[in-house]
């Protein structure tokens, strides 16, 4: 195991073991929460300028492409999204073998609507193929919703695949009538004939992309309509 002898968090600890998740309507069996995960070796902690180490882009290759990142690509990374304070990567950590079981990120989005709110989106979410079973899926989804409420958030959001929506709805997500529909445009793509982002067949990508937006609006905020 590499030992560090300095690390940064990317957003302060202590946030995390003030989260009341008995607000949440998920139900754990035992319970479980970010201060205690139901296991001693495992912690639930803010991404760490370290994690390069630990496996953290070998497990968001289990969700998707990741390419190869070097460590001082990951370290810039890692600095920008701290400076900005917007971003609250939050993984489980197997302390045994120091390395990461369990990522999702939460992104806060800036408005001038409803009197200049935030609003959170749920990004990224992965747990380790071995390590399922033990409730971590459900446990850093919940983390990191309760965060988006301690941090403010009127409401929460994220795009799933079809298949997962019951998953999320369990966890207090919600789909809203009439706009439950998720279109992207990619940049990262050749399409299979000359670009068009204006025509659908052209951009090739956008029927694959679409996935179901879901929301969660478990915050009492007078800004929700």
Same mark, same amino acid.
């Given at each position: 195991?590499?030992?560090?002898?300095?690390?940064?968090?990317?957003?302060?600890?202590?946030?995390?073991?003030?989260?009341?998740?008995?607000?949440?309507?998920?139900?754990?069996?035992?319970?479980?929460?970010?201060?205690?995960?139901?296991?001693?070796?495992?912690?639930?902690?803010?991404?760490?300028?370290?994690?390069?180490?630990?496996?953290?882009?070998?497990?968001?290759?289990?969700?998707?492409?990741?390419?190869?990142?070097?460590?001082?690509?990951?370290?810039?990374?890692?600095?920008?999204?701290?400076? #900005?304070?917007?971003?609250?990567?939050?993984?489980?950590?197997?302390?045994?073998?120091?390395?990461?079981?369990?990522? %999702?990120?939460?992104? /806060?989005?800036?408005?001038?609507?409803?009197?200049?709110?935030?609003?959170?989106?749920?990004?990224?979410?992965?747990?380790?193929?071995?390590?399922?079973?033990?409730?971590?899926?459900?446990?850093?989804?919940?983390?990191? #919703?309760?965060?988006?409420?301690?941090?403010?958030?009127?409401?929460?959001?994220?795009?799933?695949?079809?298949?997962?929506?019951?998953?999320?709805?369990?966890?207090?997500?919600?789909? /809203?009538?009439?706009? #439950?529909?998720?279109?992207? /445009?990619?940049?990262?793509?050749? %399409?299979?004939?000359?670009?068009?982002?204006? #025509?659908?067949? %052209?951009?090739?990508?956008?029927?694959?992309?679409?996935?179901?937006?879901?929301?969660?609006?478990?915050?009492?905020?007078?800004?929700?309509?």
């Amino acid at each position: 195991m590499v030992q560090f002898t300095q690390e940064t968090y990317l957003y302060d600890p202590k946030v995390l073991q003030q989260l009341d998740f008995h607000r949440s309507p998920a139900k754990f069996q035992p319970f479980i929460s970010a201060a205690n995960p139901g296991e001693p070796w495992m912690k639930v902690r803010p991404l760490k300028d370290t994690d390069y180490d630990r496996g953290f882009l070998q497990l968001l290759s289990q969700l998707t492409h990741v390419g190869n990142v070097t460590r001082t690509q990951f370290l810039t990374r890692f600095s920008q999204m701290k400076a #900005s304070g917007d971003y609250y990567v939050t993984v489980i950590e197997d302390t045994r073998k120091g390395e990461i079981i369990g990522a %999702a990120s939460l992104i /806060i989005e800036r408005k001038f609507i409803h009197n200049c709110a935030v609003r959170g989106r749920l990004e990224d979410v992965v747990v380790n193929d071995t390590y399922r079973g033990k409730q971590l899926g459900k446990l850093i989804v919940v983390t990191v #919703s309760l965060l988006a409420e301690q941090l403010g958030c009127y409401k929460m959001s994220l795009d799933c695949k079809d298949k997962l929506i019951k998953f999320y709805e369990t966890l207090g997500y919600v789909l /809203i009538p009439g706009n #439950s529909n998720s279109m992207t /445009i990619r940049y990262d793509e050749e %399409a299979p004939t000359k670009r068009n982002v204006t #025509s659908a067949s %052209a951009a090739g990508v956008v029927s694959d992309a679409c996935q179901t937006v879901v929301v969660i609006m478990p915050f009492k905020s007078t800004f929700i309509k």
